[in-house]
């Protein structure tokens, strides 16, 4: 590599690296002789699915790998120097001031019981910058990551301040003292696109003045190529393709990339075929949902011992055509999920209607309910959650049959036999327990479940949010093929507007409670109506490379 | 950095409008790929088939069988529950044939530990007076266990006042240390004069439940907050099915860590109750009576005391033990994926 | 703060009135204390009206309940069979547990935050399992049974203190009570300290502390340590309360003149009003030191502050 650049050293260069960590169940190689190297104010994105290394290649460049894991083959060279079997205090000297770190949950990496204010001066004072008017520089160092009010801000905890101000916080921690490299660990998977797109383009601003260079981890593609200039891709521990951003996205060479790239929700530009739905879509008038003014309000204890009235939902009006796939999107608190648990009727609007198939669901007595029960089945976000650890994948299947007194033992195994086949589960899965399953096979059995009683709706609470991109293009695919095959109506709930463009034929916008705009998925995703909504869109990472 | 100026991002844009077209390096940064067979492509979230499957407690028994801690004190507890069912099996001699003219005599033929105070053989003694302590501490746990588990799950599942009137109930009973509660109610004249096995068992219950309650309670609000919980709502399952079905079971593991702790700790209860001579009748072979009379003798003949002590520190060991070695194979944070 | 101050404080009160009335309820309403005071032994109906009369036993239950309560707020514990003042009986033997219980504290803390927190830095290590299998047999011999075995140990065979404690209880007597006093808890503050620690060690923002290029020291000293004796402070804050019971034990073993021996001698003979007097004082004790302890856990961690 250093042969077309000859005159110029990386930065970083990582050569062969394996890492190993130990393990209960023996010695596990995380990664395995991969090459890296960062140029100096060069930004650089390792792309990959959970599990694939990236996060732990990037992490051994600072000597923070977990107490169970060791770098055992290669070199790690950071301005030349060969860091691999480098001391903690060896590491010392380039923490904080030559390599800096951006990580990724921004709610447990400030520690709780400290002013945020102290959290960056020590750094400040542990790198040399202490001395003089401290409480000023740090104001100044937390203004530079864009957070407003500094000097009163610096005086607060963490939990006083918001997702993406914390964020703000440990950015302007990460570049306080000007490092030449800066390790961003995913740093804005758990904040809104609007948010995400503001952190990371100040982000790229301020790298961009200082000269910094950048070592993005991230799952997705799309900001990979947006951000940087190098992408690496990562698969099994291994660097499987490298190259310059916009020629890797464009001409991918390893199959693994073509994967990704394919899968990737960001890049799509259309909704997966399934002819039906897009025929009733258009013309149908047919409503299995029709909900109307829904709204919800909590009551919620502020400080003291007032309480005071929360709208969750404000004079929410929309409806589901059946067959076909409406999507509610919206950022954290816009009341999206709230919605959903009241079409389920595991809430009670606190006015409004929801009419199922013509019917008013509010005055539905016990045992009408326990029959819609049957009609209308949710599938969840968290695939770890959704299933009772403690029920074989054969019992959490046949539980809602049983419920429902549908047939007998001996039709009920061959149903869920039937059921695994349609998830495209092989039926030994059925012994088998919840936690010997991945997210993706769980969230299939979640359908499967659901598909047991044969709904006419299915309420997606974020069904496909926590999956690796891969396995979430492979449930959306399902959920597709099942709606084509059985006529099943969604209800679509997410944040992801790259999901929606997959799999949505009408969109539902929410903020702050309120409806802001609705239609069908391709004239909102061509000519937004609001800005709200056209600020979302924009806020896609990668969505303008490829269209 | 004087490298860096001739390797400035390449930015049309004006600055505000950053690189959303993605960015071009001016270096030349070469395209790599890895050969395939190096990293065979696996098909995407296929189901590993060839481990056998393995449920929750079926785990949790592999992974304790391999814990040096529970094999221990499983063998212990084991001997101690066969000594207290059948103390024939391992002496004949009477605990209760006592003659003065033993007193406080070395071991003997027959008599591998000696005489008591009292020229009782020390030795049946302490194979007999495990029997009082395992039954009371069994039975305080059982009680225990069904009072505060029940209290604790209504509490944590259904909320509202239920919780706030038992969270009272149980902070009142929570400023009486379990020893201190159990003094009281012990001296009194009610309780002295039916002195048994059953009125401990009944006082150490009442001072013992709030602690399961709190920690039943705790588990409850965890595990009622789950999706699963929400899912079976919808498939038509009661609000009292899903408690008995979803949630309690999968709120037992911390109850029965707690619950086998306890167990020793309600020995040790029973113990002191029974030195302090407010626990159980001297008429019931017991360690703690044991010990309790072994103290005047203790300078001259530490012996007496030693041996009953020795039995019921081992005993409440076991249950600790046995205690951690659960807490470590159900902690859920353990399993794997 | 203030809101949270009132909040616990008001939180106190249903606790206090409601344990003192538990305690009240068992005493007086289950048994006949006069009957206990007489031993079986016939005794006049004038004697027994006048000591009827002398403890309320002659007024329904509210009554006797309002006055007893009336007198504890106004710091009038009654007085014992014998005619002493149960304040001035308290008033003597409360110093010396007190003493007791700090020195019981002191070794706890001190002992069980060092021993902790080297188990937790270096888990898995020698020290570590050692300092683990130790802490087990502690937490399982009884206290009693620790009362005696020290006693015969370092009093009788290696005479380095005496066995017992005289009427004057001195700071150098109480050595040998309060270790064995504090033992027991020793051992949970040891194995506290050590699961805090190790877990903080793995939390993340532990590791952006170390990203940020802070020494090992400070990262352990400011982040770890800080976060993790929360807890601890809290148990050691509970404690107190748990002292005040182990204290009847081993005041009884080593002849302590404390308000436990007043207990124990009370218990021994029946003594009912006494009982019960002893008993609230360390109720009040305990949920004084609990209404502390939450004061002082909103002090350290300050997302409490705002709960």
């Keep these: 590599m250093e042969m077309q650049n000859k005159n110029e050293q990386p930065l970083l260069d990582m050569r062969d690296v394996e890492i190993t960590f130990n393990t209960a169940n023996g010695p596990v190689k995380a990664v395995r002789g991969a090459n890296l190297s960062v140029m100096q104010g060069e930004s650089v994105a390792i792309v990959g699915e959970s599990g694939s290394g990236k996060s732990t290649i990037a992490l051994a460049a600072m000597g923070l790998l977990a107490r169970n894991g060791k770098v055992t083959g290669g070199q790690i060279l950071f301005d030349g120097k060969d860091y691999a079997a480098a001391s903690d205090k060896e590491f010392r000297h380039i923490r904080g001031d030559q390599i800096g770190m951006v990580p990724q949950d921004p709610m447990s990496n400030l520690n709780p019981v400290w002013k945020i204010g102290f959290q960056v001066k020590e750094t400040l004072k542990a790198n040399g910058l202490g001395g003089g008017d401290m409480n000023k520089k740090v104001a100044e160092a937390l203004e530079n990551a864009g957070l407003p009010d500094a000097e009163r801000r610096a005086g607060q905890y963490p939990h006083e301040f918001s997702g993406g101000m914390r964020q703000r916080a440990l950015i302007s921690i990460g570049l306080s003292c000007r490092p030449r490299l800066l390790v961003a660990d995913e740093p804005t998977s758990a904040l809104d696109v609007t948010v995400q797109r503001q952190i990371l383009d100040h982000l790229d601003n301020m790298t961009a003045e200082l000269g910094t260079a950048v070592l993005f981890i991230t799952h997705d593609l799309g900001l990979a190529a947006e951000r940087a200039e190098k992408v690496v891709v990562m698969y099994k521990g291994q660097v499987v393709e490298s190259g310059p951003a916009i020629d890797l996205l464009r001409n991918p060479q390893h199959p693994y990339t073509k994967r990704l790239i394919d899968s990737a929700p960001s890049l799509s530009s259309h909704r997966m075929e399934n002819e039906a739905a897009a025929q009733k879509s258009a013309s149908g008038t047919d409503n299995v949902l029709e909900i109307e003014n829904l709204t919800k309000v909590f009551k919620i204890r502020e400080k003291g011992l007032k309480k005071s009235d929360f709208l969750a939902v404000d004079d929410v009006s929309f409806n589901v055509r059946r067959g076909t796939t409406t999507a509610v999107v919206g950022e954290s608190g816009s009341g999206k999920s709230t919605v959903a648990k009241m079409v389920l009727n595991l809430l009670e609007p606190t006015s409004g209607t929801i009419r199922f198939d013509g019917e008013d669901m509010g005055r539905l007595s016990e045992k009408e309910l326990f029959r819609f029960r049957r009609r209308v089945q949710p599938i969840f976000q968290d695939p770890y959650g959704s299933l009772d650890p403690m029920y074989s994948i054969f019992r959490t299947i046949e539980q809602p049959l049983k419920i429902h007194g549908i047939g007998d033992a001996r039709s009920r195994q061959n149903k869920v036999k039937e059921l695994l086949e349609h998830v495209s589960m092989p039926a030994s899965t059925m012994h088998r327990f919840p936690n010997e399953l991945s997210g993706g096979q769980r969230q299939r059995i979640a359908i499967a479940r659901a598909l047991a009683l044969e709904p006419e709706v299915i309420i997606c609470d974020e069904a496909v949010s926590a999956l690796d991109v891969l396995v979430q293009a492979q449930v959306l695919e399902l959920l597709n093929k099942l709606q084509a095959e059985l006529g099943l109506s969604y209800l679509f709930i997410t944040h992801d507007l790259a999901v929606v463009r997959q799999i949505a034929d009408d969109v539902v916008v929410m903020k702050d409670g309120q409806l802001v705009e609705s239609g069908k998925t391709d004239d909102i995703f061509a000519t937004p109506q609001t800005e709200y909504t056209s600020n979302l869109l924009d806020a896609i990472p990668g969505g303008q490379l490829l269209v | ?337 | 703060m203030l809101m949270y101050t009132l909040r616990r404080v008001l939180h106190m009160v249903p606790v206090f009135f409601g344990a003192t009335l538990l305690v009240y309820f068992l005493v007086f309403a289950t048994g006949d204390p006069i009957a206990a005071l007489s031993g079986g032994k016939p005794m006049s109906d004038a004697v027994e009206a006048t000591l009827r009369a002398q403890y309320n036993l002659d007024q329904p239950f509210w009554v006797q309940y309002g006055i007893y309560l009336k007198n504890l707020l106004t710091l009038d514990l009654g007085t014992t069979f014998s005619g002493q003042s149960v304040n001035d009986v308290v008033a003597r033997a409360m110093p010396v547990t007190a003493r007791l219980a700090v020195m019981a504290l002191a070794i706890e803390a001190i002992f069980g935050v060092v021993f902790g927190v080297f188990a937790g830095l270096r888990k898995g290590g020698i020290f570590d399992s050692t300092v683990l299998v130790l802490s087990l047999v502690v937490i399982s011999v009884p206290t009693f049974v620790l009362g005696f075995v020290f006693q015969f140990v370092f009093g009788v065979k290696l005479d380095w203190t005496s066995p017992t404690v005289g009427p004057d209880a001195g700071w150098g007597d109480l050595i040998l009570p309060a270790t064995v006093l504090g033992l027991v808890s020793l051992a949970y503050v040891i194995r506290l300290s050590r699961t805090q620690i190790a877990e903080n060690l793995s939390a993340d923002f532990v590791r952006t502390a170390s990203a940020k290029g802070l020494t090992r020291g400070r990262v352990v000293l400011v982040h770890v340590l800080r976060n993790s004796l929360i807890p601890v402070i809290t148990f050691l804050g509970a404690d107190l309360g748990m002292l005040m019971g182990g204290a009847i034990v081993t005041e009884g073993v080593f002849n302590v003149p404390g308000i436990g021996k007043v207990l124990f001698d009370a218990i021994k003979i029946g003594e009912s009003p006494t009982v019960v007097a002893v008993v609230s004082v360390m109720v009040l004790v305990f949920v004084v030191a609990n209404l502390a302890v939450d004061l002082l856990y909103a002090l350290l961690d300050p997302r409490i502050r705002y709960a």
């Design chain 2, 1 to 337: 950095m004087p490298e860096n100026t001739e390797n400035i991002v390449r930015n049309e844009a004006s600055p505000n409008d950053v690189k959303r077209a993605g960015k071009v390096s001016r270096r030349h940064i070469p395209h790599f790929v890895a050969p395939l067979e190096e990293t065979p492509l696996q098909a995407v979230d296929s189901v590993n088939e060839t481990a056998d499957p393995l449920s929750f407690w079926a785990e949790a028994w592999r992974n304790l069988r391999r814990q040096p801690l529970f094999i221990v004190s499983a063998a212990l507890i084991l001997l101690i529950v066969v000594v207290s069912i059948f103390p024939q099996w391992f002496t004949s001699v009477d605990p209760r044939s006592c003659s003065l003219d033993n007193a406080r005599g070395g071991a003997a033929p027959g008599h591998p530990l000696g005489f008591t105070y009292q020229g009782c053989d020390v030795y049946a003694r302490v194979i007999f007076g495990a029997q009082a302590s395992v039954l009371v501490g069994l039975f305080t746990t059982i009680g225990v266990v069904i009072v505060g588990g029940t209290f604790g799950a209504l509490a944590g599942y259904y909320g509202g006042w239920m919780d706030a009137v038992l969270a009272r109930l149980g902070d009142i009973f929570f400023a009486l240390p379990l020893i201190l509660g159990a003094i009281v109610l012990m001296q009194l004249p009610a309780f002295r004069e039916n002195q048994s096995p059953w009125t401990v068992t009944l006082t150490l219950v009442v001072f013992g439940w709030p602690q399961v309650a709190r920690i039943t309670r705790g588990a409850v609000i965890e595990a009622k907050g789950a999706d699963f919980v929400m899912a079976a709502r919808s498939l038509g399952v009661s609000k009292f099915g899903a408690l008995v079905r979803h949630v309690l079971p999968n709120s037992l593991s911390p109850i029965i860590v707690v619950a086998s702790i306890s167990l020793g700790t309600y020995i040790v209860a029973e113990a002191t109750l029974s030195f302090l001579g407010i626990g159980l009748p001297s008429s019931i072979v017991s360690w703690g009576n044991d010990i309790s009379d072994a103290q005047i003798s203790v300078r001259n003949n530490p012996q007496i005391l030693f041996w009953p002590a020795l039995a019921l520190s081992i005993t409440v060991l076991s249950f600790i033990m046995l205690g951690d070695a659960l807490r470590d194979a159900l902690d859920p944070k353990s399993r794997k994926a």
